[in-house]
T-cell receptor, first 115, second 109 residues
Framework: EPEVTQTPSHQVTQMGQEVILRCVPISNHLYFYWYRQILGQKVEFLVSFYNNEISEKSEIFDDQFSVERPDGSNFTLKIRSTKLEDSAMYFCASSEEGGRDYEQYFGPGTRLTVT | QQPVQSPQAVILREGEDAVINCSSSKALYSVHWYRQKHGEAPVFLMI?????EQKGHEKISASFNEKKQQSSLYLTASQLSYSGTYFCGSRGDDYKLSFGAGTTVTVRA
């Protein structure tokens, strides 16, 4: 069964450093998402992406965050200057369509630890 | 605005039933239910749409009251594999899926 993959599974970085989290969505899916989950808390929406553009973003997704689809398969989340509070599990998700009745398939996540 | 879930946690014995509620202050187009096991990604369970259509993959049922902007997830004859944290996600007139705080379900033998 096709699945969303993410790399790395765990990333440790120092405060102020840039990190890039990588995702490979399911191949025939057109809509891509990033979510964040701070340990023990709920899953929070960051951004949705379609047709090489951001379609929606949350208040969390400020200027230090950016997303890109550099080629036909990868979808990346860049955090320019990491802060301690960026430590969280980051999930990538994809859906076949962007309509409100399409399920999103989540990847296994990247645990980001900022020290 | 995120939906509100209740209860926060529930403990069941195998075979018992439980109901998890999800309510929103904004008009909903659809409600999505996911289950997350510890250390794993959320897994899609079901979508409930305005108008009554349901899309799901498991033997877990749910309801959606559009007027009250509420959804309920029914865990019937619970199994050990039902343990996990259940999140409801609400979608209004946008792409954003806003999740509730989650309900932790523990099923014991």
């Amino acid at each position: 069964e096709p699945e969303v993959t993410q790399t790395p599974s765990h990333q440790v970085t120092q405060m102020g450093q840039e990190v890039i989290l990588r995702c490979v969505p399911i191949s025939n899916h057109l809509y891509f998402y990033w979510y964040r989950q701070i340990l023990g808390q709920k899953v929070e929406f960051l951004v949705s992406f379609y047709n090489n553009e951001i379609s929606e973003k949350s208040e969390i997704f400020d200027d230090q965050f950016s997303v890109e689809r550099p080629d036909g398969s990868n979808f990346t989340l860049k955090i320019r200057s990491t802060k301690l509070e960026d430590s969280a599990m980051y999930f990538c998700a994809s859906s076949e369509e962007g309509g409100r009745d399409y399920e999103q398939y989540f990847g296994p996540g990247t645990r980001l630890t900022v020290t | 605005q995120q939906p509100v879930q209740s209860p926060q946690a529930v403990i069941l014995r195998e075979g018992e039933d439980a109901v998890i509620n999800c309510s929103s202050s904004k008009a909903l187009y659809s409600v999505h239910w996911y289950r997350q096991k510890h250390g794993e990604a959320p897994v899609f369970l079901m979508i409930l749409l305005k108008g009554g259509e349901q899309k799901g993959h498991e033997k877990i049922s749910a309801s959606f009251n559009e007027k009250k902007q509420q959804s309920s997830l029914y865990l019937t004859a619970s199994q050990l594999s039902y343990s996990g944290t259940y999140f409801c996600g609400s979608r209004g007139d946008d792409y954003k899926l806003s999740f509730g705080a989650g309900t932790t379900v523990t099923v014991r033998a």
